[in-house]
């Protein structure tokens, strides 16, 4: 008899935020990848958008429910019937059926994952309905998830402060840069396509508070080092907030580059032309972009907080500040100290990406089947 993991791969045909799409079709791929003998993977979508690009290769079938994303996504908030059915269901998100089952006798499984916990750390970024929304569906599953994946053992301490009802359902999963991330060969005409220049101090992220770019473009302005600064991810309509807080630290127009999300071959082309990555977050949330870095060896500056202490480990400088002003001081002066020399950047490069192979999609894979067997 096979045995069937069914995936929620919402984001690949109605797609809310773009690293979620992403760890949603890498996580799936995986699972094709790691399949163990006598089981598969089905996906499933919601109705409406391109089926087509919800295609993974080895994926065993499609179901497709009868509601569109937003009206499941609010049935499923509800808690009200949406014909997903049962089985062993796993979730790279929060979007899942969380209703009563039974797991002993009809053997059926809901498993979801918390990336980030900004709708209770920092809900004043988020819109009223995307913390109402993310608010009732952890109740739901406090009250019917068989497990909450979680990316950190510090997402696993906080969210157990959160919702202390889950006891040990909640397991760590790191996630991961995408399979086969690399610089690609047409890294310089990629770049070209996006009007970046060569040799440039990256960032991430938006005008949000917990973003705490302000911290970067203050700490960047401080080292006196005149590169490029290019951010990414930037949310669309934000671009004119972003140049004025460069502005206000000093950073000058000419000197910014702001682009959206980037497909992971354009975004491993941005890495191939980048001095060093700084990451002044401090939020309980799995730092994509300083993955990245690390994958492809890649020098990481990084406020210390306790998510960068798990992921950099020693990977990269962290630097320490009891507030926004002494943290961009701290994290000026590890810049400046990382680009003072060629050996300094090429002994941070190696260090990177030493870290960097302790990600992997494949051995996330493996231990979300490992859950679900255990389940």
């Not at 949603?24 to 919601?46: D, H, K, M, N, Y």
């Not at 068989?146 to 996630?175: F, N, Q, W, Y």
């Not at 630290?249 to 491993?268: F, N, Q, V, Y």
Request: negative net charge; aromatic residues 4%.
């Amino acid at each position: 008899m096979t045995a069937t993991l069914r995936v929620m791969l919402d984001q690949l045909v109605a797609p809310t935020d773009a690293g979620l799409a992403e760890a949603s079709r890498e996580l799936a791929t995986a699972l094709v990848i790691a399949e163990p003998a006598g089981c598969e993977v089905e996906a499933i979508l919601p109705a409406g958008g391109d089926p087509s690009a919800a295609a993974v290769p080895g994926i065993a079938g499609v179901r497709r429910t009868a509601l569109a994303r937003r009206e499941l996504a609010t049935a499923l908030q509800m808690g009200v019937g949406t014909g997903i059915g049962g089985g062993m269901i796993h979730s790279p998100t929060l979007l899942a059926p969380l209703v009563r089952h039974d797991r002993v006798h009809d053997n059926d499984q809901t498993v979801i994952t918390m990336w980030d916990l900004r709708a209770w750390e920092s809900p004043d970024e988020l819109g009223r309905s995307a913390v109402s929304w993310n608010r009732a569906m952890l109740k739901r599953a406090v009250k019917h998830a068989d497990a909450v994946v979680v990316p950190t053992h510090i997402h696993l301490a906080r969210l157990s402060e959160i919702a202390p009802k889950l006891g040990d359902r909640i397991r760590v999963i790191a996630g991961a840069a995408p399979y086969g991330f690399a610089v690609p060969s047409d890294e310089v005409g990629r770049r070209r396509e996006l009007n970046l220049p060569e040799g440039f101090l990256l960032l991430s992220g938006g005008s949000a508070s917990s973003d705490a770019l302000a911290v970067a473009f203050a700490a960047i302005a401080q080292t006196g080092v005149d590169l490029p600064v290019v951010v990414v991810d930037v949310p669309e309509g934000q671009e004119p907030a972003m140049s004025d807080l460069a502005a206000a630290s000093g950073i000058p127009e000419r000197r910014m580059h702001l682009r959206g999300a980037l497909a992971a071959p354009d975004r491993a082309a941005v890495f191939g032309a980048t001095v060093a990555l700084v990451a002044p977050a401090q939020r309980t949330a799995f730092p994509w972009r300083v993955v990245d870095a690390l994958a492809l060896g890649v020098p990481v500056i990084a406020a210390d907080s306790p998510v960068h202490r798990e992921v950099i480990f020693e990977g990269g400088v962290l630097a320490e500040g009891a507030d926004a002003s002494s943290l961009a001081e701290s994290l000026a002066a590890a810049l400046a100290e990382a680009v003072s020399s060629a050996s300094s950047a090429e002994r941070l490069a190696v260090l990177s990406g030493d870290r960097g192979r302790a990600f992997s999609w494949r051995e996330a894979a493996d231990r979300v089947w490992q859950l679900h067997a255990e389940l």
